[in-house]
């Protein structure tokens, strides 16, 4: 039984699906890979027949794949042919999907949904490799979606685009840099702390079940250069970011508690989203007076606790997006997380990182960890999307809510919580260092970045690809310095 009201949300089947490379890996479409994620979700509820007609909505997260319409190949599959397939596109949150199924289900217009999503970039790999091709999708899913959701805002800058912060390595090492400099540490003793860190996400994902990547990494394996694990914005390595060269799926079915009652899903499927809330506020990178912070997480996180009536010490296990290390530290340190696990699956280094879908990797991952947990525990779920832009937080439970369902959009709060500085690209002379890395090419190229404030308080980011320079910023914390805008872009610096 059940005390939740008759259109309580509530998700029933969840899946995490993995094909893990070696020799027996077989390359399959990200349509295939989806409709197994898909197909398996239904069979968690434990009454895929009678659910699956009643789903209204397949929503899928746009990855890197050229199929048109996997959300059509599912509805065709699951027996729901008069479901709309909603896709949406990168830029905006992966939580929305959940975000529009819940709130529709809440309000009656939906008696059921299908969020599944997922990559088959390790079948491009190995078929690339071999000089095949990757199977092509089922003809279901040709053709394009019912409907498409895309962002309305751009999420960075064209200064950052014509200086080298495009690639997200780059740009969470500047956050990186700020977030050490927080600390008052040294390189080396914030290269031990993120040893320590992305060392227990490696140790979770070496005994997580749909993980990409099981052998447990370990301290100066993740965080030292070395032929393996090249350094790609400093003190980024390889093993320090993302992995999204993965084959990967997930999907989760959520329905009310009306319906579910009535068709029988085991009680022992349900999971409840307690609250969610997001903020599509955007602010770029230059614009941010302080880079360790990031006031719309803590906007959404305060909106959800709220909501659900729920205080930061009752929740327990939790899963940020981890992108890189940047995004995880400021998220905790905005959600009052800091000192304890804060993955299930291994994050987007180890768990994996497919592209547009790890969202939704975490959250399946969660409803494995809580159905497996004492009946009452609460889990927290976080999405970012796009360079530290948009965020979004879930909290989850198995027993039933101390408040109504509510879905929250705090932009407007997140809105007043967030200063900004002012963005010169022109702008020359001497200037203040905000954040920095060193990026290295493929070669071992070294060109140093820079975001920079002038005394005025307007902001730039520079380059530099004098060797002297970026050797020196490869060994100090640079933070607070001064440094010397050449031209607009350029920059030099005496140490």
């Not at 993995?18 to 990200?30: E, L, N, Y």
């Not at 397939?85 to 309000?107: D, H, K, N, V």
């Not at 506020?281 to 614009?287: D, H, N, Q, R, S």
């Not at 530290?329 to 699956?345: F, H, I, K, N």
Request: proline fraction near 7%; charge should be negative; aromatic fraction near 6%.
């Amino acid at each position: 039984m059940t005390t939740a009201d008759r259109r309580t949300p509530v998700l029933v089947g969840a899946s995490e699906v993995v094909h893990r490379a070696g020799d027996d890996f077989t390359p399959v479409s990200a349509t295939a890979i989806i409709l197994e994620a898909a197909t398996a979700a239904l069979a968690d509820s434990g009454r895929a027949g009678d659910l699956g007609p009643l789903v209204g909505e397949v929503l899928v997260p746009h990855g890197t794949w050229p199929d048109g319409d996997p959300g059509r190949a599912v509805a065709t599959a699951i027996g729901a042919p008069g479901a709309a397939s909603i896709r949406s596109e990168l830029g905006l949150l992966q939580s929305s999907l959940l975000f529009r199924a819940c709130t529709a289900i809440a309000e009656g217009r939906l008696d059921a949904a299908l969020v599944v999503g997922g990559e088959a970039r390790w079948s491009k790999v190995t078929t690339a490799k071999s000089g095949g091709s990757v199977p092509a999708p089922p003809p279901t899913a040709d053709g394009e979606p019912d409907e498409v959701l895309a962002p309305h805002a751009r999420v960075i800058s064209q200064m950052e685009i014509e200086r080298n912060l495009t690639t997200m390595a780059h740009h969470f090492a500047i956050v990186e840099s700020a977030i050490r400099h927080h600390h008052k540490r040294s390189v080396e003793e914030h290269r031990a702390a993120l040893a320590e860190l992305w060392g227990s996400f490696a140790a979770i994902a070496a005994g997580a079940p749909a993980s990409w990547d099981q052998r447990g990494l370990q301290g100066d394996e993740i965080t030292v250069p070395s032929a393996t694990n090249r350094l790609l914005a400093a003190p980024y390595t390889k093993w320090l970011v993302t992995q999204m060269n993965v084959d990967q799926a997930a999907a989760f079915v959520v329905t009310s508690v009306e319906v579910a009652t009535r068709l029988g899903v085991p009680r022992d499927r349900w999971l409840f989203p307690l609250a969610l809330a997001e903020s599509s506020l955007v602010v770029t990178l230059p614009e941010r007076p302080e880079l360790h912070r990031w006031p719309p997480c803590a906007a959404a996180g305060d909106a959800v606790f709220a909501a659900a009536g729920v205080e930061r010490d009752d929740v327990g296990p939790v899963d940020l997006y981890s992108c890189f290390p940047a995004a995880v530290q400021v998220q905790a340190a905005e959600l009052g997380l800091d000192g304890r696990p804060l993955t299930v699956t291994g994050g987007m280094t180890f768990g994996g990182g497919p592209f547009n879908n790890y969202v939704l990797q975490g959250i399946a991952a969660m409803a494995r960890v809580l159905r497996q947990s004492p009946s009452g525990t609460i889990g927290l779920t976080s999405a970012m999307s796009g360079p530290f832009t948009k965020s979004g937080v879930a909290l989850w439970s198995t027993a039933d809510p101390r408040a109504p369902f509510d879905a929250i959009d705090v932009t407007e709060e997140a809105d007043r919580r967030t200063q900004r500085r002012p963005a010169e690209p022109d702008l020359v002379g001497a200037a203040t260092v905000v954040g920095h890395t060193v990026a290295s090419s493929r070669d071992g190229t070294l060109t140093a970045i820079v975001l920079a404030e002038s005394r005025a308080g307007a902001r730039t980011v520079a380059q530099s690809t004098d060797p002297r320079v970026a050797n020196a910023l490869l060994d100090i914390d640079a933070v607070g310095r001064t440094v010397t805008v050449t031209a607009p872009g350029e920059f030099t610096f005496d140490d």
